[in-house]
C-alpha cells in the first residue's frame, strides 16, 4: 500500500497514486490520503475509519462520512454494510460476465 499527503507531491505521469481518500474525520477534517489501488483505499477505509472495535468500547455507530455522501445521514446496522457502501465511493475496475454481456464492479 502507498499513500501520500495531499501536501506532498504527486506526479500523475509517472504512476503516482491518484486516489484520494475523501473520508471526513470530525474535528480533523478530510483524510486526504493517496492510494495506488481501489482495494488499497478500501482496506484504508476498513482499518482506520470504520475500525472493528471503538477504542473506548462504545457501541459503533456506522455512519459514512465520505466527503459529499448521498447517504451520510443514513445510519448502517452492522459494519460490513457500511463497508459495501463505501465500495461505491471508489473506481474499481469492471469484471466482465463469461457467460452473457454484463460487467460488474467486485
Same mark, same amino acid.
Given at each position: 500500500?502507498? *499513500?501520500?499527503?495531499? +501536501? ?6 509517472? !504512476? ?8 471526513? +474525520?470530525? *474535528?480533523? !477534517?478530510?483524510? &486526504?490520503?493517496?492510494? &495506488? ?8 477505509? +476498513? ?9 473506548? &468500547? ?6 459514512? &462520512?465520505? +466527503? ?39
Amino acid at each position: 500500500m502507498y *499513500a501520500l499527503r495531499k +501536501s506532498q507531491t504527486v506526479d500523475y505521469q509517472q !504512476g503516482v497514486p491518484s486516489l484520494l481518500c475523501q473520508w471526513i +474525520s470530525g *474535528a480533523h !477534517g478530510p483524510c &486526504n490520503l493517496y492510494f &495506488n489501488t481501489a482495494a488499497d483505499l478500501h482496506q484504508h477505509i +476498513s482499518e482506520v475509519h470504520v475500525p472493528t472495535v471503538r477504542k473506548d &468500547n462504545t457501541r459503533t455507530i456506522h455512519k459514512c &462520512n465520505w +466527503s459529499n455522501c448521498k447517504r451520510s445521514d443514513k445510519v448502517f446496522k452492522k459494519r460490513d454494510q457500511l463497508l459495501t457502501h463505501c465500495k461505491s465511493h471508489l473506481t474499481y475496475p469492471k469484471h466482465p460476465c463469461g457467460e452473457c454481456s454484463a460487467q460488474f464492479k467486485w
